[in-house]
């Protein structure tokens, strides 16, 4: 019974993500905005190299996605590996899983506090899109949370 509850929950939130979307749409239509909250679960730095901060370490994260407005509990996750360049500066890919597809993103980060990424594509309802990504720190205290604000276009 529960199985079957999950395609409907999966459609309502697509739905209420994108209003002007039709539930029979298998892609995005036209432009969309969603905006989230994350809270980080886990957070994991591998050192290689030399020791502290150098070129070739990682940072794993991985988060739980809210809507608030649509349910308290979590909505999808994501992961994020970002491998150090630089002083503070990482090249991040990224994965949000959320109820309609997955979106994929990248680029380069220096502030965890804030940082902006490109969608580079998606699956499910977001297979032809592309876009950006604004991240901003809301909480600082553990754990860490943000809003997260998708930016796509189809392409």
Do not use: W
């Not at 993103?105 to 902006?116: A, E, F, I, K, Q």
């Not at 499910?124 to 930016?151: C, E, H, M, W």
């Amino acid at each position: 019974m529960k199985r079957s509850l999950v395609p409907a929950l999966a459609a309502l939130c697509a739905a209420l993500l994108f209003p002007g979307s039709s539930g029979s749409s298998t892609t995005l239509k036209g432009p969309g905005i969603i905006r989230i909250t994350s809270r980080e679960t886990n957070l994991t730095r591998v050192d290689t190299g030399a020791l502290g901060r150098s070129p070739g370490d990682m940072e794993i994260s991985r988060v739980l996605l809210y809507n608030t407005r649509i349910r308290q509990r979590p909505i999808g996750h994501g992961q994020l590996v970002c491998i150090y360049v630089g002083d503070n500066l990482r090249n991040c890919d990224g994965t949000f899983v959320l109820p309609a597809g997955k979106l994929v993103v990248s680029g380069g980060l220096v502030y965890r506090s804030l940082y902006d990424l490109a969608v580079i594509g998606g699956t499910g309802l977001y297979s032809n899109v592309r876009g950006t990504l604004i991240v901003t720190r809301v909480r600082q205290k553990a754990p860490p949370g943000d809003v997260l604000v998708f930016r796509l276009v189809v392409s």
